[in-house]
């Protein structure tokens, strides 16, 4: 069974840093990308990160320049290192692998702005 964990989120202040990171565990073949989304209350969830298989990655728009996001392959994890946050930042921050036949979802770390 395959299970995502995320950790890393808290409590920061405007222009604050946090690395937020996810883990995965049982066996997962073929990723074709790994992501981080984010759900803010009363919002809808939105992407704002993702690596491709091949490298490649792909920003919202909101975060570009200050979220990088990076993996490491050996030990099935993804990070998203997330500088200058920003209030409008605060959200539940989910992470993501998808392969072809299936996407896997973690539970959550919560990331909050306020000075």
């Known amino acids: 069974q395959v299970r995502l964990v995320e950790s890393g989120g808290g409590l920061v202040q405007p222009g604050g840093s946090l690395r937020l990171s996810c883990a995965a565990s049982?066996?997962?073949?073929?990723?074709?990308?790994m992501g981080w989304y984010r759900q803010a209350p009363g919002k809808q969830r939105e992407m704002v990160a993702l690596?491709?298989?091949?490298?490649?990655?792909n920003y919202a728009d909101s975060v570009k320049g200050r979220f990088i996001i990076s993996r490491d392959n050996a030990k099935n994890t993804v990070y998203l290192q997330i500088n200058s946050l920003k209030a409008e930042d605060t959200a539940l921050y989910y992470c993501?692998?998808?392969?072809?036949?299936?996407?896997?979802w973690g539970q959550g770390t919560q990331v909050a702005v306020s000075s």
């Open positions: 993501s692998f998808s392969t072809l036949f299936n996407n896997y």
């Open positions: 049982g066996s997962i073949f073929n990723i074709n990308f």
């Open positions: 690596i491709h298989s091949d490298g490649r990655t």
